[in-house]
């Protein structure tokens, strides 16, 4: 047995992160065939038929290192979002930007505030950088942005909002973000974390984009993993005033983003179509199954984003594991709260009839009780 020394106490506490468990592994475990996955938040018609033919034309050139500044790729999102490509960094994912955000600007010892309820990687990049996470409870659902000011000390480095919000699927309305933009110290960067930004339809969700254009001291982060459906080429990308970008480049490793990922991702872009069609099925879908659980005595929560975050009045953990045995992955993430995908409708009703069926059993299990 090896036994490891020297490793700090905060990287030996940390859990790992997990993925969920993958299809192949349920349907064996189980004997269950056709099973469905919803629980990544991927988009369920996957990636545009242009970025597939990118793909297949860019793999005769992997002999050959990735383009080391995506020049190409970051050309066409600053024109995209109208400003000049020293704006721009794209990373392995969004995930990686956070994690760069986080070795450029956090020392030992400082803070970052999020919410209590977020996308799980803030916390994790935060420690790992043996800083402090300030974690605010939300409201209502949704990110509290006047206690998260009020979190703010001389400590505090990043903010970080992730908006729409993973897991409740919450929106912040550009009012109270420009409200917190205002009680920003000068030391503090704004993340603003907006991996379902395309998903989004309610009017009043800010352009974050604006904020970087006016100097404010703001970092967008998006993403292909979503509704472009390139989750497993792992590319993402964010946009902040030109000094930011600089410190971030100074620590990101060379040839961090693949030469396929890179052109793929540049096919996508170029798909509005796909992103419309897609952006469509889920309003609809995701419409129809909030409704659908709401008729089975669940409580789902108001969603801006591609995925519904629900509560089942009872034990999650093992309603989870009953899914499961349907042939349904879903995530459980704490409690009696759990969150589902927005799939295809066959997918869905697949969900549906999962949770109908569970439901009836635990229901007659407890007439039997009684």
């Known amino acids: 047995m090896i036994t490891i ?19 192949e592994e349920l349907e064996r475990e189980f004997g269950i065939q056709n099973a469905v996955k919803l629980a990544s938040n991927e988009n369920p018609l996957g990636p545009s038929p242009k970025a597939q ?8 050139s992997l002999h050959r290192y990735p383009e080391g500044s995506a020049y190409a790729l970051r050309r066409a999102l600053a024109q995209r ?13 969004s995930d990686e930007i956070i994690s760069l955000l986080v070795r450029a600007f956090l020392s030992p010892g400082d803070e970052a505030v999020m919410a209590d309820q977020t996308f799980v990687m803030y916390k994790l990049a935060v420690l790992m950088a043996h800083a402090r996470p300030i974690e605010v409870p939300l409201k209502d659902w949704r990110h509290d942005l006047p206690a998260m000011a009020k979190a703010i000390t001389d400590r ?30 000068e030391h503090v960067l704004l993340v603003c974390d907006e991996a379902y930004y395309e998903y989004v339809c309610d009017p009043r969700y800010p352009e974050s984009v604006h904020y970087v254009k006016q100097q404010r001291p703001v970092v967008v982060l998006r ?8 989750a497993g080429l792992r590319v993402g990308y964010g ?3 030109p000094e930011i970008i600089d410190y971030l480049n100074r620590v990101r490793p060379p040839f961090n983003v693949n030469t396929l990922a890179q052109q793929a991702a540049l096919a996508a872009l170029q798909d509005e179509e796909h992103v419309r069609v897609s952006r469509a099925l889920n309003e609809s879908e995701r419409s129809r199954v909030d409704r659908a659980l709401r008729d089975l005595g669940l409580s789902p929560v108001p969603s801006q984003a591609n995925f519904l975050y629900f509560d089942m009045h009872g034990d999650g953990a093992r309603f989870y594991d009953a ?16 969150r589902v995908t927005i799939g295809q409708p066959h997918e869905n009703q697949r969900f549906l009839n999962a949770v109908r069926s569970v ?12």
């Open 223 to 230: 993403t292909f993993s979503k509704i472009y459906g390139l």
């Open 156 to 185: 505090t480095r990043l903010v970080f909002l992730c908006n729409p919000n993973n897991p409740t699927g919450t929106m912040v309305p550009a009012q109270e973000v420009e409200a917190l933009l205002a009680q920003l110290p």
């Open 5 to 23: 020394m020297n490793v700090h106490p905060t990287i030996a506490s940390l859990i790992p992160y997990s993925p969920g468990k993958p299809l």
């Open 81 to 93: 979002w109208g400003v000049e490509a020293d704006h721009i960094i794209v990373g392995n994912g």
């Open 359 to 370: 439901l009836d059993r635990e229901r007659v299990m407890e007439s039997k009780l009684s």
């Open 239 to 241: 946009i902040a005033a």
């Open 323 to 338: 899914l499961l045995r349907e042939g349904v992955i879903i995530r459980h993430l704490r409690g009696s709260l759990l």
């Open 53 to 60: 033919r990118a793909l297949a034309q860019a793999a005769g």
